[in-house]
């Protein structure tokens, strides 16, 4: 099969795959730009909308990730701007951010013009399902967000940051998200997943009640050719594919030395379109929280081309080094000796760090337990663990010592 042959879709995941072991340039660049249909959807300047699979929802291709806003004008004047999807979760300041979004919905009288996604989850420390957790008991949990919500649905209720697959197919979650959709109270249901997100979008196809998939996907990730495949897969099922983490927690104020040549807009910027040359992504959540990235990450909605700047940004090989995105794949972990939850970690630095959401870092924090936590790596001066990727676990660590240890 020549390129000619392939479809648009089958074009990108296949190259995905053939420049495994090429350079970062491969992807971001060759291979999204050559392909000339992805200009058919576009006409300058208009906000670009794309269907989420078989929930039929329209949606411009960027949307709010809410989590790190706290202030209600951002989403107010989002929606002024033209966001109509606002992504939220139970766990997200403790609820204070569904009760946010939920009070500038009502204050604008908008609920039927938007699509309001909120996330649950009970896992124990592995991600499993918490012990005792039953279907009422996840039910009750969603009632929650709908009463911090002050809505009757949700447009999409997702089960919150899978890492144990098993989790999709317990009986109590099953049983719990189609009742819940029956009800009405949520119209679709969907996963969510940062931590080995093509084996969670294989399993969650299988899985067959989820309509919807937020995964993570940047343009660090341009050799895992595993999750190109699963979400085409998940694609061709039907099955709704939202990006997050797409500016690969991106380190927006100030760059750092490595990034001096680049903007933070270009960074930003290059990173989301990179992320929405992919057709088979409906919309993305960038984590904007002021109005100054609020309109960059929302221009892109309208405008997909690539600067010369941000093809230089993104054809250039430090840049993916200087990012260090963790893509969760634990890899690093038998290179401990004394057994750190470093995955969690570096999460937990990507919070603090790069989106200074210090409530986040800690919750993410208070999931280690004790004997995985920092508190182990006391007696550790020259940290020994090793990423398979470009992770500088040592100084992400020392940076951890200082904040929490
Ligand atoms: S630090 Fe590296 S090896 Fe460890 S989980 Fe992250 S990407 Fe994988
Ligand atoms: S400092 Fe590094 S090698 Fe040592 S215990 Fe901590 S994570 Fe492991």
Redesign the pocket.
């Known amino acids: 099969m020549n390129n000619q042959d392939l479809t648009r879709r089958k074009f990108l995941s296949t190259s995905a795959a053939g420049i495994a072991t090429a350079g970062l340039a491969s992807l971001p660049l060759k291979n999204v730009l050559a392909d000339d249909s992805l200009k058919t959807e576009e006409k300058k300047g208009e906000i670009i909308y794309r269907t989420l699979g078989k929930t039929g929802i329209k949606l411009p291709i960027v949307s709010m990730g809410v989590m790190n806003a706290e202030n209600p004008g951002v989403v107010e004047e989002s929606y002024k701007l033209g966001v109509r999807h606002f992504d939220t979760a139970a766990y997200y300041q403790s609820g204070a951010n569904e009760e946010m979004v939920g009070k500038v919905i009502k204050k604008l009288v908008v609920r039927d013009k938007v699509t309001i996604a909120t996330k649950i989850f009970t896992p124990d420390m592995y991600g499993a399902l918490k012990p005792g957790v039953t279907k009422k008991i996840i039910i009750d949990q969603f009632d929650g967000c709908l009463k911090r919500l002050q809505m009757d649905y949700v447009d999409i209720l997702y089960l919150h940051n899978v890492k144990d697959n098993t989790i999709m197919f317990n009986d109590d979650v099953q049983d719990a998200f189609t009742t819940i959709k029956k009800s009405g109270k949520a119209r679709h249901i969907g996963m969510s997943t940062h931590t080995y997100m093509a084996k969670g979008i294989n399993e969650a196809v299988k899985a067959k009640i989820f309509e919807v998939i937020l995964t993570a996907i940047n343009f660090t990730l341009y050799d895992y050719t595993e999750l190109f495949e699963a979400m085409t897969k998940a694609s061709d099922a039907e099955i709704g594919l939202i990006a997050m983490k797409t500016q690969a927690g991106g380190p927006r104020i100030p760059n750092p030395e490595s990034l001096k040549d680049y903007s933070t807009e270009t960074v930003a910027k290059a990173s989301l379109k990179w992320a929405m040359k992919f057709d088979y992504i409906t919309t993305s959540i960038p984590g904007f929280d002021n109005y100054e990235h609020m309109r960059q990450d929302f221009s892109v909605a309208s405008d997909l081309e690539f600067t010369e700047n941000e093809k230089k940004f993104l054809n250039d090989n430090s840049v993916k080094l200087s990012f260090g995105?963790?893509?969760?794949?634990?890899?690093?972990?038998a290179s401990c000796p004394k057994g750190v939850e470093?995955?969690t970690l570096?999460r937990t630095h990507m919070y603090a760090r790069q989106y200074s959401n210090f409530q986040m870092a800690r919750a993410t924090y208070n999931e280690i337990p004790y004997y995985k936590s920092l508190d182990v790596c006391g007696n550790c001066d020259n940290c020994v663990?090793?990423?398979?990727?470009s992770?500088n676990?040592p100084k992400k660590i020392s940076d951890l010592k200082m904040m929490y240890a």
């Open positions: 995105f963790c893509r969760q794949c634990e890899k690093c972990l470093i995955p570096m663990a090793k990423c398979s990727n992770v676990i």
